[in-house]
């Protein structure tokens, strides 16, 4: 089934003499984008594999709430309410979500999951495989299916023999399930730091964390003041003074946890942030610490039957391991046979870019940033729509070019033929 400018229920659809531009993926990023296009009169078609936008954040474990500030995490041609307060609830970010792709009237299909993207034969669009044996016809893409697509598990050595309960952070919702239990979560980024918090004040009976890299611990805000507002800052500023500013306001405001097993980091914050390791916000991980309610150890290295085996050669028995372990962006089926990913299997262009063997192919939400996802994204949304716009305008003029010459071809041809005809 091929649908070029229908939406994929052909059947109820009105067809169009121009495909869309189609986004992947209806979450905060693909909305942005999508809201940006309509805005610049440019028709486009969500589709989302769920059943409702902003999957992601439906899924996410029930204590989160945004790490950035509401003012700065707004999508373009909508604030967020001053009722969801400063730090805003994950269930607020999807009432926000929704109302979002209300109030745009976006064209969002939900239901419809996108398995490969591919160039037209004749290079002048892009043909979308899609779930049900759909193939639409684009004439440009947009993937933005999420930092957080596919959770990531390390292979480790013995862990089909464990006899504990062995799950990804992606699947945690509260602490209920884990009341009494010994507990160990690995990874000592923002998700398991939060989720070790988590389990310590909801009533685990013991609560570890597994860290391999020292992560940078930085207050969410300081005085009134919000990291994120530094963060910005600091996008235009040498990493090296970022570095330097960092360590000093590390010190002043971060205490000395050395002799609870976290030492100070011995790398930059900046330099540490463009390796793609983003300092985490505490959000009681530093109290947890202190008091002995979240306890630090060693990496995992494997595990032997119902013992977890740390780096340090020590094994511990928990009843349940929590890997925070981080997730692949999930690429490589969609577009990884294009060439425009690189060796991480993240997307070698970004923002406004399209990769130059792909031209009308364009990518957001794939970076970590430290200024916010949800500012970037809206950034982005608005660049990226920008150049669709203008790529749109131009091809409309060369269109309009090419159909003036061939009227005038018509024109002069016109009295040769009534000639011949007498």
Do not use: C
Request: glycine share 14%; proline share 7%; hydrophobic share 40%.
């Amino acid at each position: 089934m091929t649908e070029r400018a229908e939406q994929p229920d052909e059947q109820s659809s009105p067809r169009h003499p121009e495909p869309p531009v189609y986004v992947v993926g209806g979450g905060p990023g693909g909305l942005a984008v999508a809201a940006e296009l309509g805005r610049r009169g440019v028709r486009t078609v969500v589709l989302e594999k769920a059943d409702a936008v902003g999957a992601s954040w439906r899924g996410h474990y029930d204590r989160l709430r945004l790490h950035t500030t509401r003012r700065l995490s707004g999508l373009p041609g909508l604030p967020m309410p001053r009722s969801f307060g400063r730090w805003v609830r994950r269930d607020d970010v999807v009432r926000y979500l929704e109302k979002y792709a209300e109030v745009h009237r976006l064209d969002v299909v939900t239901g419809v999951e996108v398995s490969r993207i591919e160039r037209e034969p004749d290079g002048g669009g892009w043909v979308l495989y899609a779930s049900g044996g759909r193939r639409l016809v684009g004439r440009a893409v947009v993937v933005a299916t999420g930092y957080n697509h596919t959770p990531r598990v390390p292979d480790w050595p013995g862990a089909g023999t464990y006899q504990g309960e062995l799950g990804h952070a992606g699947a945690y919702r509260d602490p209920a399930p884990y009341a009494e239990k010994d507990v160990l979560v690995v990874g000592a980024g923002n998700t398991g730091a939060e989720i070790a918090a988590d389990l310590a004040e909801g009533g685990a009976g013991r609560v570890r964390l597994a860290v391999r890299t020292v992560p940078h611990i930085v207050r969410r805000s300081t005085l009134g003041w919000p990291s994120q507002r530094s963060a910005v800052i600091a996008r235009r500023l040498p990493v090296k003074l970022v570095d330097l500013a960092a360590g000093v306001l590390g010190r002043v405001a971060i205490p000395d946890l050395s002799k609870h097993g976290l030492p100070r980091p011995d790398t930059g914050l900046a330099s540490r942030a463009r390796q793609g390791a983003v300092p985490v916000l505490d959000v009681g991980l530093i109290a947890a610490v202190r008091s002995g309610r979240v306890e630090i150890v060693a990496a995992v290295e494997g595990f032997d039957g119902g013992r977890v085996v740390l780096a340090d050669g020590s094994r511990i028995a928990p009843d349940a391991v929590i890997a925070a372990t981080g997730y692949r962006r999930g690429l490589e089926g969609l577009v990884g046979h294009l060439g425009v990913l690189d060796e991480r299997g993240r997307p070698r262009v970004r923002r406004a870019r399209s990769p130059r063997s792909a031209p009308g192919l364009y990518f957001t939400g794939y970076t970590n940033p430290l200024s916010g996802m949800l500012l970037e994204l809206a950034r982005d949304g608005r660049k990226i729509s920008g150049r669709i716009a203008r790529r749109e305008a131009r091809a409309s003029v060369r269109r309009g070019r090419r159909e003036a010459r061939a009227a005038e071809r018509e024109r002069r041809s016109a009295p040769v033929r009534g000639a011949a005809q007498r």
